[in-house]
């Protein structure tokens, strides 16, 4: 079946520095969503892209959709330590119904 | 309300017993999703209802866990039996699942299950 790589798994930085994150699938997909994850929270919508080469930013956020349609990736830009937590990407396609396929998520961890 | 809740916000039950997990949807969402999330894991997807029927039921684990879903509205998650292997977060999330070309959902905080 469909299957997502998101990598790395986990990343400790420190504090002011970019982040850099990525999805990959072996399959097409008609939308990528990035979401974040708080501790004993359910996931938040970050970013949704809808077409391919689609750049786009929210606040200190970027993400791309990739032109290949297999892949994306999400940026978070001078990090400060709210942005603790775990982050998945979502690809989805349309093949009758909706599927949505998670991948295992990016565990950020930032030192003041 | 304003977002997907869910019901309760944790149980602790005993290895063998039957428990429920309720989901209440954001008011207008058509389509209803479960999901399993281990400790330190992915969202594992169980399965999804567009209006109360269940058009995917194939991330169910076993026949031990069952889901059902009452008109457009809530959702009720039902494991029996229960298993140390169960607990994890269950987490539901809903959608407009338009016709269109995107189906964002929207989560609620999730039930953690604890099974001893």
């Known amino acids: 079946g469909q299957q997502l790589n998101q990598s790395p798994q986990s990343m400790f930085i420190q504090e002011g520095e970019d982040v850099s994150m990525n999805c990959t699938s072996s399959?097409?997909?008609?939308?990528w969503l990035w979401y974040k994850q708080d501790p004993g929270e359910g996931p938040v919508l970050l970013i949704a892209l809808y077409k391919a080469g689609e750049l786009t930013s929210n606040g200190r956020l970027t993400a791309q959709f990739g032109i290949t349609r297999k892949d994306s990736f999400l940026n978070i830009s001078a990090s400060i330590p709210s942005d603790v937590g775990i982050y998945f990407c979502?690809?989805?396609?349309?093949?009758?119904?909706?599927?949505?396929?998670f991948g295992a998520g990016t565990r950020l961890f930032v030192k003041a | 309300g304003a977002g997907v809740s869910q019901s309760p916000s944790n149980k602790v039950t005993e290895k063998g017993k039957d428990v429920e997990l309720r989901c209440d949807p954001i008011?207008?969402?058509?389509?209803l999703y479960w999901y399993r999330q281990r400790l330190g894991q992915g969202l594992e997807f169980l399965i999804y209802?567009?209006?109360?029927?269940?058009?995917?039921k194939s991330g169910l684990p076993s026949d031990r866990f069952s889901a059902e879903r009452t008109g457009e509205s809530v959702s009720t998650l039902t494991i029996q039996r229960t298993q140390q292997e169960d607990s994890a977060v269950y987490l539901c999330?809903?959608?407009?699942?338009?016709?269109?070309?995107?189906?964002?959902?929207?989560f609620g905080p999730g039930t953690r299950l604890t099974v001893l």
């Open positions: 999330a809903s959608s407009l699942a338009g016709t269109g070309t995107t189906d964002t959902q929207y």
């Open positions: 008011s207008g969402h058509t389509a």
């Open positions: 399959s097409i997909f008609n939308t």
């Open positions: 209802f567009q209006g109360n029927s269940a058009p995917d």
């Open positions: 979502a690809g989805q396609a349309y093949t009758g119904g909706f599927k949505t396929i």
